[in-house]
């Protein structure tokens, strides 16, 4: 297949970009290089024969010229954690820049878009969730992928669709966790709160595995998925499990939430107004507050998935290449 992934340059992307080229298809990608991380996976897949254009989905000349010729769209691109941008940044990337990849896709007689949602449009939300879980997204970022994602649905009888939630997503080349296996390491960890609330992740091979599902499945046509790990581990666990993979140990001290969820909240509200990014702000809270426990039936019945890796397994996956990257 001729694949086109828009967010190439980021983690999922990148990485997803390598194994599409170990699959045998042509992949061409489109993302941006405003990161160190970025220009360093440019690097890398460009190397392996990706065909790479640097630009924007909000751009619709270059979304319109990269969409000829392909079969496939993976639509990854996103605004997501900038704290130091107006909510129309959000709106622009996350919305608009959705509809012009859908417009474009539909022009250039492309075969399946697959896009790339989040788990963020459920908000906070207690028990087992999955597909039809009520929605209610607490931040801007969810605020706008919920409504790119109801608008990719609502394309389903004119193109073949798909939407993925995807869950916090690991692995090697995520360097978004790499702050936490830095600070165990360094044994300087500590918990927030009380440690209890559930973090369902999803190895990053597994989730792009998820994805290929989704784009050859005809019954994903039109459907939400929800992909997740095999099971759930609280943050205690999570920074138990990292420690143990680094020969360290996490501190058995706990603060209390409240006053930095507060701080969190004081310096948003006082430095985002002057664009600066606060260097703590209320979704990094989220890792300490928010609790996610997912079922991934409905993928497991109607796409034949299931997580192959278990956390301590992708844990050491993921310190081993830090440590090959020179980041550990």
């Not at 992934?5 to 993302?31: P, Q």
């Amino acid at each position: 297949m001729n694949i086109l992934i828009t967010g190439g340059t980021g983690f999922i992307g990148s990485r997803m970009a390598l194994k599409a080229l170990e699959a045998g298809h042509l992949v061409r990608i489109l993302g941006a290089e405003n990161t160190p991380a970025e220009k360093c996976n440019r690097g890398l897949i460009e190397s392996k024969g990706v065909e790479v254009c640097l630009g924007s989905v909000t751009q619709s000349a270059t979304v319109e010229s990269v969409t000829k010729g392909i079969d496939v769209v993976f639509h990854l691109a996103a605004a997501q954690h900038e704290a130091n941008v107006p909510d129309t940044v959000f709106n622009d990337v996350n919305v608009g820049g959705t509809e012009t990849i859908l417009e474009a896709s539909l022009r250039a007689g492309v075969s399946r878009v697959i896009y790339g949602s989040t788990i963020g449009v459920y908000g906070a939300l207690e028990g087992t969730i999955d597909e039809e879980s009520p929605l209610n997204p607490d931040n801007i970022y969810g605020r706008t992928k919920l409504e790119a994602e109801r608008m990719v649905v609502s394309y389903a009888n004119r193109l073949s669709v798909s939407a993925i939630r995807i869950s916090e997503t690991y692995g090697p080349g995520d360097r978004r966790l790499l702050k936490l296996f830095k600070a165990i390491d360094k044994e300087v960890f500590f918990i927030i709160g009380t440690g209890k609330n559930l973090h369902h992740l999803i190895y990053v091979d597994d989730l792009i595995r998820g994805f290929f599902l989704a784009a050859e499945a005809e019954r994903a046509c039109g459907e939400v998925f929800v992909l997740a790990g095999p099971r759930p581990v609280s943050t205690r666990e999570m920074a138990d499990i990292i420690a143990d993979d680094l020969g360290k140990k996490v501190r058995r001290v706990r603060f209390p939430l409240f006053p930095f969820d507060w701080a969190a909240s004081v310096m948003e509200a006082t430095l985002k107004p002057f664009g600066i990014q606060p260097p703590l702000h209320r979704r990094r809270m989220d890792f300490f507050k928010k609790s996610f426990e997912l079922s991934a039936d409905k993928a497991r019945r109607l796409l034949g998935f299931s997580a192959e890796t278990e956390f301590p397994q992708g844990v050491g996956h993921t310190s081993q290449w830090y440590r090959q990257e020179g980041l550990l």
